[in-house]
């Protein structure tokens, strides 16, 4: 079912609560230092300014666990946007909640922002407490979602308040659901799945959706270990997830049934120690001496993973090919993102460890969609329904 957008309703003179994802690094000095997460708000924050409305702008950052810790303040936060929107008045509460915000959300004249202190420092907002969801909906008569990464929780700020506003999606959320929702129910076909990360339990959920939808389901990473273990391979010391060696031989059946081509690499990059610097040598995967352990995918497998990937219409990946913190180790995930940036059809990755990868290596320009949003990706791609968007008016 459709949900309704920012654009289904008319915000102009209304005081609006924007819940966006501002869970930003900070320095030493205690300033932003990487503001993606601000300019990815941007497009629906300027939608509501040129519309007349009056925004109010809530986020987390960090763990602060229910208590007001200062390293953990959105006034830094404050500070960037004032930086990003020279031309806009902006205020900051030192609460979510409480007179001081109430006042300074009654003062908002249309175009104007007002930025919320942190909602964890509360603790009715990772316990969706009804009466903290509904202080917080009285400071607004509209709610907009857009933090895609925290959609997969049920917390106040991101389902709760939805009980008492009229509630809809910004247009980064928009776009995550209609780009994934749309590979996920109507992929262009060849259909590709890349699966990576360490263990299979956290993609039980994902692998066996993505069976019933794609045409080649490729894994790699450290689940790769638990598969070859199911086939019978030694392993030597690699990661292995040892509850999972039945749900692997299951799921390779499973894929045979349904006529998915599972790719599994076929040669490993194995080292001696698991540090940046062991030194390492490349077999076949089914010839891992004991003591060893893989840590890349190795170069055959590249080959063969790209072949796979650049023939696709639809790709989306989510997990890394090896420990691509270490540079020896990080050439297969290197491959993945390459062969991605080369395929012409829908690219899609699913945020986590894969989209600080694609960015690192500076592919990030050349993919469709880069979800913002690891947990709640991973969720969506599992087919569960993200209590975030289920709180929203259908259209």
């Known amino acids: 079912m459709a949900k309704k957008t920012v654009t289904d309703v008319a915000v102009q003179g209304k005081r609006v609560l924007v819940r966006v994802d501002y869970n930003v690094p900070l320095n030493e000095k205690g300033e932003v230092s990487d503001d993606k997460r601000i300019v990815a708000s941007m497009p629906t ?17 960090g763990r602060p666990k229910g208590e007001r810790k200062i390293e953990f303040s959105m006034k830094p936060v404050a500070d960037r946007l004032a930086a990003l929107l020279p031309d806009v008045k902006i205020t900051f509460a030192s609460d979510c909640i409480g007179e001081e915000a109430k006042e300074k959300a009654a003062a908002l004249q249309d175009g104007e922002i007002l930025l ?7 603790k009715g907002e990772e316990k969706n407490d009804p009466a903290f969801a509904k202080e917080l909906a009285s400071l607004a008569e509209i709610y907009v979602s857009d933090a895609f990464g925290t959609v997969h929780r049920a917390h106040a700020s991101t389902a709760g308040v939805a009980a008492y506003l009229p509630a809809v999606s910004g247009f980064l959320i928009g776009k995550e659901l209609d780009i994934m929702g749309e590979a996920l ?11 990576g990360g360490a263990k299979v339990a956290d993609k039980i ?28 391979y030694e392993i030597g010391d690699s990661l292995l997830d040892a509850e999972s060696i039945d749900l692997a031989k299951e799921l390779m059946a499973e894929a045979k049934e349904r006529g998915v081509k599972l790719l ?48 696709a219409k639809t790709v989306i990946w989510n997990g890394p090919m090896g420990v691509f ?42 993919m469709t ?7 709640a990706s991973l969720e969506f791609l599992e087919g569960k329904v993200l209590p975030g968007v289920a709180a929203l008016n259908n259209k």
Request: glycine share 10%; hydrophobic share 45%; net charge neutral.
């Open 45 to 61: 924050v300027k939608y509501l300014i040129e519309n007349g409305a009056r925004i109010i702008l809530c986020s987390h950052l």
């Open 185 to 195: 129910e109507n992929p262009q076909r060849p259909f590709v799945a890349i699966l």
């Open 369 to 375: 969609h880069i979800s913002t949003g690891g947990g």
């Open 264 to 311: 599994l690499p076929i040669d490993t990059v194995v080292a001696e120690t698991f540090a940046a610097d062991a030194p390492h040598k490349t077999v076949k995967s089914s010839e891992i001496p004991a003591n060893w352990q893989g840590l890349d995918i190795g170069e055959e497998t590249r080959a063969l993973f790209a072949e796979a990937i650049r023939k």
């Open 325 to 366: 913190e270490f540079p020896a180790f990080a050439k297969g995930t290197a491959a993945v993102a390459e062969a991605c940036a080369e395929c012409e059809g829908t690219t899609i990755i699913g945020g986590g460890d894969s989209a600080s990868a694609v960015k690192k290596l500076g592919y990030a320009a050349k």
């Open 116 to 122: 919320l202190e942190n909602l964890r420092f509360h």
């Open 205 to 232: 959920g994902v692998i066996k959706n993505l069976l019933k939808k794609c045409d080649t389901l490729i894994v790699g990473g450290g689940m790769a270990y638990t598969f070859f273990k199911a086939m019978g």
